[in-house]
């Protein structure tokens, strides 16, 4: 089965600088990599996502990145703001109508104001 | 428009007795999936249904049940309750129009 690695999986940053979270997977036929932030007592929430025809989405502040030939994926946030200290998920799904996502072990963001 | 809606949030229960979790998707959401989610493994897939069957069922022993209602709402078991079956259990439904799925705030089941 699928097999996502993720890292780091703590991490800290000055407010205003970039954080970069990078995921690897193992199953080629994987074609949908969402992104999730979970804030304490809160189930995780989508931030972005992106499917193996893109190599690059942006949304604002948050962009993610794929290379499929060496199977790995980015999460980049710019200009860090204490509200994005969460614990963010990357996640890895074969697709075809369904959606069981395999999760990496998660990153903990910590921005410093 | 409201989210989804998991009862309860909070339980305990003894090791041995079952419990029963449910989860209201988004309105208009076909699909629902549970995943446990624990420190030392993380988000794991349980199973998902979609207009009423199971399509899809993660590595997990049979104690562990749901079913779907015709309304979408989903509902989910687990008989004979180990200590390690203490988790977060979350629900998450998706839309055939959109991709990703919504969560809910989940349900903390400890057993003791």
């Known amino acids: 089965g699928e097999n996502v690695e993720q890292h780091p999986s703590t991490l800290s940053v000055q407010e205003g600088d970039s954080a970069v979270i990078k995921c690897t997977y193992s199953?080629?036929?994987?074609?949908?990599f969402p992104w999730y932030k979970q804030e304490l007592g809160k189930g995780p929430q989508l931030i972005i996502d992106?499917?193996?025809?893109?190599g690059e989405k942006k949304d604002q502040r948050i962009a993610v990145t794929l290379n499929k030939t060496a199977k790995h994926f980015s999460l980049h946030i710019t200009e860090t703001q204490p509200e994005d200290s969460a614990v963010y998920f990357c996640a890895a799904s074969s697709g075809a109508g369904s959606y069981q996502l395999t999760f990496g072990k998660g990153t903990k963001l910590s921005v410093i104001p | 428009k409201a989210g989804v809606t998991q009862t309860p949030r909070y339980l305990i229960k003894t090791r041995g007795q079952q419990v029963t979790l449910s989860c209201s998707p988004i309105s208009g959401h076909r699909s629902v999936s549970w995943y446990q989610q624990t420190p030392g493994q993380g988000l794991q897939f349980l199973f998902e249904y979609f207009s009423e069957t199971q399509r899809n069922k993660g590595n997990f022993p049979g104690r562990f049940s749901g079913r779907q209602f015709s309304n979408s709402r989903s509902e989910m078991n687990v008989s004979t309750l180990e200590l390690g079956d203490s988790a977060l259990y979350l629900c998450?439904?998706?839309?055939?129009?959109?991709?990703?799925?919504?969560f809910g705030s989940g349900t903390r089941l400890t057993v003791v």
């Open positions: 998450a439904s998706s839309s055939p129009d959109r991709d990703g799925y919504t």
């Open positions: 199953d080629s036929a994987s074609n949908y």
């Open positions: 992106i499917r193996s025809n893109v």
